[in-house]
């Protein structure tokens, strides 16, 4: 009933949200005065995702705050910040109050930069992107939806689950802020710190560079500049001294490796079958419903996007099947008669603002792909609401747990029902906004927008209203640029829905609200 409920509202603001919805891209971050909402005193004992409970990773007791090698760690400090530069000034002013802000920054301009689909040889044929060989050509990942969303979906979940450890151990062991030790020393941000051990700012610093640099190899070097300003930066801070950070890279090398060993073994290396598998799944549709998907790119390439996303491991949902939609309309059925005719109406109508809407949402080679748009969108409430940084990393786990899952569901049912797009059945048709490389059925930005709305509005109710529209414009703008059939987009939000229904249950359990 709740499910029907949540539809229900979706239909009841399509006809605000469809023909137009001014937004643009939001601009960030000016952290001064960011003042934290809450400071989650019980913070240790949400329940986390990857582990058992906030205490499973041990950490060495601090020294007494009287020990003299406490008290000389405060004096090494005091000199380091007396040393400070202008650039050491900077990076304290970018990594502080909010670092999961930045790490995401980070994530999402990785993925557009590896956002480029390999191209043709000069014999018309494709080789792709090698894990074992990230330097070749082409260079290792493409990162297209699937992959981005999973990247996403470990970096935050790894986030979580460290931060939940180090409020655990920061309660347990109660080791002030250097600066309330000392008064002499002059904090970034006394407001947000009171207990330094371990640092959580060392648990992401640690977390985020060793997942980041599995799923993007080439920027090792990159990642591990950025991960040693960012831990120089909580030094100079005055909120932590050496030790401190010492004890949260143990929990942070700690949380990516269970992380890192799970994404080993999720499946997601097979995703991209060779042709005979792909072939097989087209000739499987053919058989059981009249119709196969046919690429109409030229020069084609002959295995379709990652045919196979669909057997990964789901974050929340015990088995694929149980989302899997309902099928298609019949091809030559009336219902598939409408739709043509919905298609090429908008094609002979197409306005303005329809074409704003497409290219809003495309999200296409070169960008952070549909996730990654909710993750900016994610990044907005998260600093308009002051929310801390165990607050943050629980909002971009949900959103990227809720959206992987809502990706696989996608695919399982696209290369199930392996249903054509528009361009491949309706004689003469064209698209405003390119042809993937994948079946039609259903629509990856609509699931994508719908699951990661639902999240959203889960975790900042009083902006319901909103997500859910962009969600409903988002699913439109695929069938405005001819891409999807109109059932492509509607089933597809339903399915984004109820895939992220299993994801916010785990939410609501977890001890956070």
């Known amino acids: 009933m709740k499910n029907k409920n949540i539809k229900l509202i979706y239909s009841l603001f399509a006809l605000l949200f469809l023909s137009s919805c001014e937004k643009e891209l939001p601009t960030y971050f000016n952290f001064e005065g960011y003042e934290f909402a809450s400071s989650e005193p019980d913070g240790g004992t949400w329940t986390p995702i990857l582990i058992n409970s906030g205490d499973e990773i041990n950490i060495p007791a601090p020294e007494p705050a009287n020990s ?41 301009e990785l993925i557009a930069k590896y956002n480029l689909i390999p191209g043709p040889n000069d014999d018309g044929s494709y080789t792709l992107p090698n894990p074992s060989n990230p330097n070749g050509s082409p260079a290792f990942p493409f990162a297209h939806p699937p992959y981005a969303v999973r990247a996403l979906a470990y970096l935050s ?3 979580f689950d460290g931060l939940i450890s180090a409020w655990h151990h920061k309660l347990a062991f109660n080791r002030s802020a250097p600066f309330i030790e000392d008064e002499s020393i002059q904090p970034a941000y006394s407001d947000n710190v009171n207990l330094s ?15 980041l640099t599995q799923m993007f190899p080439l920027e090792a070097e990159y990642l591990a500049e950025r991960e040693e300003e960012h831990l120089r930066s909580l030094l100079l801070s005055g909120a932590n001294v050496q030790s401190d950070i ?13 992380a890192l060993a799970r994404a080993a073994n999720d499946g997601m290396k097979n ?73 090429q109406d908008h094609a002979d109508n ?20 549909p996730p990654g748009h909710w993750n900016e969108f994610a990044k907005e409430f998260i600093v308009k609401y002051r929310l801390n940084p165990l607050r943050s990393a629980r909002t971009f786990a949900y959103l990227n747990m809720a959206m992987m899952d809502g990706g696989i569901s996608c695919w399982d049912a696209k290369y199930y029902y392996h249903y054509p797009r528009p361009i491949q059945v309706i004689e003469g048709f064209k698209t405003i906004a390119g042809t993937p490389n994948f079946p039609a059925y259903t629509s990856g930005h609509s699931v ?62 977890d001890g956070a609200d």
């Open 68 to 108: 003299a090698s406490y008290l000389q760690e405060i004096e090494d400090l005091k000199v380091e910040m007396a040393q400070m530069s202008e650039a050491d000034a900077s990076a304290v002013t970018y990594w502080t109050q909010n670092p999961i802000i930045r790490w995401n920054e980070i994530a999402l």
């Open 157 to 159: 979940v790894a986030q």
């Open 197 to 211: 051990y371990p640092s959580d700012g060392a648990v992401l610093a640690s977390v985020s560079r060793r997942i």
């Open 246 to 258: 010492d004890a949260g890279m143990l929990i942070g090398d700690a949380i990516s490796s269970i």
């Open 271 to 343: 995703a991209q079958a060779p042709k005979a598998v792909s072939d097989s799944l087209a000739e499987a549709a053919q058989n059981s419903f009249g119709w196969k998907w046919v690429n109409v790119e030229i020069p084609k390439r002959p295995v379709g996007l990652t045919p196979l996303f669909s057997q990964v491991q789901m974050w929340s949902v015990d088995n694929v099947e149980l989302t899997r939609p309902i099928p298609p309309p019949a091809i030559g059925s009336a219902e598939y008669e409408k739709d043509v005719a919905i298609l």
């Open 350 to 369: 197409i306005t303005e603002e329809k074409r704003r809407i497409v290219n809003f949402w495309q999200d296409g080679l070169g960008t952070y792909t």
């Open 448 to 509: 994508f927008s719908a699951a990661g709305a639902e999240v959203l509005a889960y975790i900042f109710p009083q902006e319901a209203s909103l997500v859910r529209g962009w969600a409903l414009e988002a699913a439109i703008s695929r069938v405005y640029g001819g891409i999807h059939w109109s059932f492509d987009a509607t089933v597809g939000t339903d399915q984004g829905i109820d895939v992220a229904q299993y994801t916010i249950s785990t939410a609501q359990n």
